[in-house]
């Protein structure tokens, strides 16, 4: 199994730090409005990562956080004239909502900025303690040229940061690449620290949270492109001083979904929200549709042919579960022989092990819709169909593709059979009332 490090900008072997175990941390959302379908990228993609993780029999640990405690929340509080708690809140139950209808998986370990205050402070205090951060006037600065390699995973050069416009110009530091790690103020939500009454920096919460939660380095950190520099550059520069690791041994991001060629941003107002979007499962075909490091372009056109793309698979799947449950030739244990249904699952499978190559995976899911529908056609061979259920199944799950199926209990049976007869003696009366009946269960 081979991931493409960003850290060390290749393609990588994967061995867990421990055996059969993966832990991973991809950073969350600031909750302080809905995520939009850019904001859900990193979400489905990461949530793929775990599924296959754990269909190669991995324990995975997985831990993403909510910050809860920001500029923008304390704005937004304002605007909604309620706390900042309440409106963070009110925003990651939303994001929850969000996630369980795009079908990813909620039971990981979802830190808030707001409940690590402690170890947060703690962490900034050990980095003041080992001369690594400084204080001035209540604020608390990282040391940039304690590190001789800062800027490693961003690719870039510590002069050429110091010439840039990137860098704020602020006289109280010491240098102009430092950053804050503790911000001195009273205004919005604040915290009492050794430091002053204030907040912490962005770029040390993520960190610290990790040092709490899995107190050591861990396999995998992820998120978007964009969050490489300064972001996830400061939390190696953190780890760097307090424990001489990258904080993570695979550093992955994904690349940037654009609406119609443009960058889609909550600012301009050109975002599609998770939660206006009607079909869900075709989103997540969508995101997954591209390899994840490649840029992703959303338009109503494309969007339209993943609805029609989600609708074959959903009907091929539904279809082929409903014929082995109607004829009671369903069998969960079967061996998949067959080479053509072999060939297919081989590549899936190889095709995720080589950087979660989502793209070719759903071309080998696609092959399979193909052999499904042919089969179907055919004089049924329910070793050839089963074998097909246990692999499409085995596809979608890793993919997070849901589709509800309907199990047939002998009143099903009979009345499907009903209809059938119907349709043959050319009671059509008869027959559309039946059917309108199987339609409400969902069996047609």
């Known amino acids: 199994m081979k991931i493409f490090n960003s850290y060390t900008n290749q393609l990588e072997e994967f061995v867990s730090i421990h055996k059969n175990k993966v832990n991973m941390y991809v950073c969350g959302p600031t909750v302080y409005n809905y995520i939009h379908i850019g904001n859900a990228r990193p979400v489905v993609f990461f949530d793929t990562v775990r599924r296959y993780f754990e269909s190669q029999g991995y324990e995975v640990k997985y831990a993403s956080n909510f910050t809860d405690v920001d500029d923008k929340i304390i704005q937004k509080a304002q605007e909604e004239n309620e706390s900042e708690l309440v409106v963070s809140q009110k925003y990651i139950d939303a994001f929850l909502k969000d996630l369980k209808s795009l079908n990813c998986k909620i039971d990981y370990i979802q830190p808030k900025v707001t409940d690590y ?71 919005g939500i604040n915290f009492e620290s050794p430091f002053s009454l204030g907040r912490p920096g962005w770029h040390t919460e993520c960190v610290a949270m990790i040092d709490d939660i899995f107190n050591e380095q861990i396999d995998i950190h992820g998120g978007g492109m964009d969050l490489q520099f300064p972001h996830h550059e400061n939390e190696i520069a953190q780890s760097k001083a307090l424990h001489n690791h990258s904080l993570a041994r695979y550093w992955m991001h994904n690349g940037r979904l654009s609406f119609k060629n443009e ?73 998949i022989k067959e080479k ?76 499907y059979n009903m209809w059938q007869n119907a349709r043959k003696e050319k009671n059509f009366e008869k027959a559309d009332s039946i059917r309108k009946e199987l339609s409400s269960k969902g069996i047609l």
């Open 117 to 187: 205050m402690n170890h947060i402070i703690k962490f900034i205090d050990e980095l003041v303690a080992k001369d690594f951060a400084y204080k001035i006037d209540g604020d608390v600065y990282f040391r940039v040229d304690r590190i001789s390699d800062y800027g490693v995973l961003s690719n870039r050069n510590i002069d050429d940061l110091i010439s840039g416009s990137r860098v704020d110009i602020n006289l109280k530091k010491e240098s102009p690449l430092d950053f804050t790690l503790w911000k001195k103020t009273d205004v």
């Open 263 to 335: 960058k889609m941003s909550k600012s301009i107002g050109n975002v599609i929200l998770v939660k206006d979007v009607e079909e869900k499962m075709p989103l997540r075909y969508f995101l997954l549709s591209t390899h994840y490091r490649s840029p992703l372009n959303y338009d109503e056109e494309t969007m339209l042919m993943y609805i029609k793309e989600w609708q074959k698979l959903e009907t091929a799947v539904k279809s082929l579960y409903f014929q082995l449950d109607l004829s009671k030739e369903f069998k969960e244990n079967v061996e």
């Open 340 to 415: 053509e249904i072999v060939d297919e699952l081989n590549r899936f499978n190889e095709a995720m092990a080589e950087d979660f190559n989502t793209a070719n995976a759903i071309t080998s899911l696609q092959t399979m819709i193909k052999l499904i529908n042919q089969s179907l056609r055919k004089k049924l061979d329910y070793n050839y169909l089963n074998q097909s259920l246990k692999t499409i199944t085995h596809m979608i799950n890793i993919l997070g593709l849901k589709v509800d199926l309907v199990k047939l209990d002998d009143n099903d049976r009979d009345l």
